[in-house]
């Protein structure tokens, strides 16, 4: 088959080739998603924008009927609708009202004031890693799980049984993706009635009693799915943004020198490791409305359209030297965290856990280094990009 498959994300043993093949073939092609359904793949960067921006594309999946993405992903209906109904999977006026629900409880100020406890939680991780050992299961995993949990109010006896649900969620095995999905619904509807009767100074709590001057709440499914959403991607991105980050700077002796001698640079240096290995590989899927011309390609209505982050993030109509890392790029409007109305709520949070961890690690480790050949280093199979382990000596 000569169209490209998304469903090679799965199975590359380079990612980056492969998204770079991608890229090559054009702006806009037509190609397969992971249960070989046709779809539209749009890699270019001024597409990807328009994709993600223009009110012709939607995000409603009842506005197609070609990709059945719940049964793809192994999501039984009884709890689908539950992880499909995330913020990205609406259009406005829902998604108006749901963000603006949601945002009032997770602002900016709120992730500020978390900054001392990150740190503190980055310190108290950091004395558990003296001598070495794998980055990813002893700090960047275990960092922005405290964080999300802190901030969403889930208790600490809690947390280990709900990461065995999340990490089912990408399983290969849907039998175990079935399985994680009701787990994670059940719990999280249980603990939302907990809130009800006993709320505390924490995001569920706020979410649980958030109302507009009209009256407006988010009904019980919304607030489901929400919090899901939340704990799940608060925790999956940011694992991968620190984790693939310091792997970055151990493989690139250059650049580990150069952020050393200059660590006001680290702001700048998490949003070009966004661009250039962010977890986050392809969008939500959208589709057309209307005929819509993209990339020199018209797409009929009702069509599914995956951007592809990843390769719309090497565009070197758009990025100079794409395939460089440049620590302090000034000229960076990746598209790591979306794009348009869609643009991750969790943005901020994820920068600061990032930034927080990136300077401490370089404060208390000089000697960091990998303790392996970085050959041996590989990404775990799956639709996200994922490093299988990160070990090293301090």
Same mark, same amino acid.
Request: with cysteine; charged share 25%.
């Given at each position: 088959?000569?169209?490209?498959?998304?469903?090679?994300?799965?199975?590359?043993? *380079?990612r980056?080739?492969f998204?770079?093949?991608?890229?090559?073939?054009?702006?806009?092609?037509?190609?397969r @998603?992971?249960?070989?359904?046709?779809?539209?793949?749009?890699?270019g960067?001024?597409?990807? #924008?328009?994709?993600l921006? &223009?009110?012709?594309?939607?995000?409603?999946?009842?506005?197609q009927?070609?990709?059945?993405?719940a049964?793809?992903?192994?999501?039984?209906?009884?709890?689908?609708p539950?992880?499909m109904s995330?913020?990205?999977? @609406? &259009?406005?006026p829902?998604h108006?009202r749901?963000r603006?629900?949601?945002?009032?409880a997770?602002?900016?100020?709120?992730?500020?004031?978390?900054?001392?406890?990150i740190q503190?939680?980055?310190?108290?991780?950091?004395?558990?890693?003296?001598g070495?050992?794998d980055?990813?299961?002893?700090?960047a995993y275990?960092?922005?799980?405290?964080?999300?949990?802190?901030?969403? $109010?889930?208790?600490?006896?809690?947390? *280990?049984?709900w990461?065995?649900?999340?990490? &089912?969620?990408? !399983?290969?095995?849907?039998?175990?993706v079935?399985?994680?999905?009701?787990g994670l #619904?059940? @719990?999280? !509807?249980g603990?939302?009635?907990?809130?009800?009767?006993?709320? $505390?100074?924490?995001l569920?709590?706020?979410?649980?009693?958030?109302?507009?001057? *009209?009256?407006?709440?988010?009904?019980?499914?919304?607030?489901?799915?929400?919090?899901i959403?939340?704990?799940v991607a608060?925790?999956?991105?940011?694992?991968?943004?620190?984790?693939?980050?310091?792997w970055?700077?151990?493989?690139?002796?250059?650049?580990?020198?150069?952020?050393?001698? *200059?660590?006001?640079l680290?702001?700048? !240096?998490?949003?070009e490791?966004?661009?250039?290995?962010?977890?986050?590989?392809i969008?939500?899927?959208? @589709?057309?409305?209307?005929?819509?011309?993209?990339?020199?390609?018209?797409?009929?209505?009702?069509?599914? /359209?995956q951007?592809?982050?990843?390769a719309?993030?090497r565009?070197?109509?758009?990025f100079?030297?794409?395939?460089?890392?440049?620590?302090?790029?000034?000229d960076n409007a990746h598209?790591?965290?979306?794009?348009?109305?869609?643009?991750?709520?969790g943005?901020?949070?994820a920068?600061?856990?990032?930034?927080?961890a990136?300077?401490?690690?370089l404060?208390?480790?000089? $000697?960091?280094a990998?303790?392996?050949?970085?050959?041996?280093?590989?990404?775990?199979?799956?639709?996200?990009?994922a490093?299988s382990?990160?070990? /090293?000596?301090?």
């Amino acid at each position: 088959m000569n169209e490209p498959e998304i469903i090679g994300l799965l199975t590359a043993a *380079d990612r980056d080739a492969f998204l770079s093949g991608l890229g090559a073939k054009g702006p806009v092609t037509l190609g397969r @998603y992971v249960d070989g359904t046709a779809i539209w793949l749009v890699t270019g960067y001024q597409e990807s #924008v328009t994709a993600l921006t &223009d009110p012709r594309f939607s995000s409603d999946l009842a506005r197609q009927s070609k990709v059945d993405v719940a049964a793809a992903a192994g999501l039984p209906a009884d709890v689908a609708p539950y992880l499909m109904s995330t913020l990205g999977a @609406y &259009d406005p006026p829902d998604h108006t009202r749901l963000r603006r629900l949601v945002s009032r409880a997770f602002t900016p100020r709120r992730v500020e004031l978390l900054r001392p406890r990150i740190q503190e939680i980055v310190d108290t991780l950091l004395d558990g890693l003296g001598g070495g050992g794998d980055l990813i299961e002893g700090f960047a995993y275990p960092l922005p799980i405290q964080v999300i949990c802190e901030l969403l $109010g889930v208790p600490d006896d809690d947390r *280990d049984t709900w990461r065995a649900w999340a990490a &089912d969620l990408s !399983a290969p095995d849907l039998t175990r993706v079935a399985s994680g999905a009701r787990g994670l #619904v059940g @719990y999280m !509807a249980g603990l939302i009635a907990d809130k009800r009767t006993s709320a $505390g100074d924490d995001l569920l709590s706020a979410l649980v009693r958030v109302q507009e001057d *009209d009256g407006d709440r988010l009904g019980e499914k919304e607030l489901i799915a929400m919090a899901i959403s939340i704990l799940v991607a608060g925790h999956e991105t940011t694992v991968g943004l620190v984790s693939q980050s310091v792997w970055l700077l151990l493989t690139h002796p250059g650049l580990m020198r150069e952020l050393r001698a *200059d660590p006001g640079l680290i702001p700048s !240096a998490v949003e070009e490791f966004l661009r250039y290995t962010g977890p986050a590989e392809i969008a939500v899927m959208r @589709y057309t409305r209307e005929p819509v011309e993209l990339g020199g390609v018209t797409l009929p209505e009702g069509e599914a /359209v995956q951007v592809v982050y990843a390769a719309a993030n090497r565009d070197p109509r758009r990025f100079d030297g794409p395939d460089l890392i440049e620590l302090g790029r000034a000229d960076n409007a990746h598209l790591g965290f979306g794009h348009g109305i869609h643009y991750c709520l969790g943005a901020a949070l994820a920068r600061a856990e990032a930034q927080i961890a990136l300077r401490s690690l370089l404060d208390r480790f000089p $000697g960091l280094a990998l303790a392996v050949p970085a050959a041996e280093i590989t990404w775990q199979p799956g639709m996200k990009r994922a490093l299988s382990a990160l070990p /090293v000596r301090t």
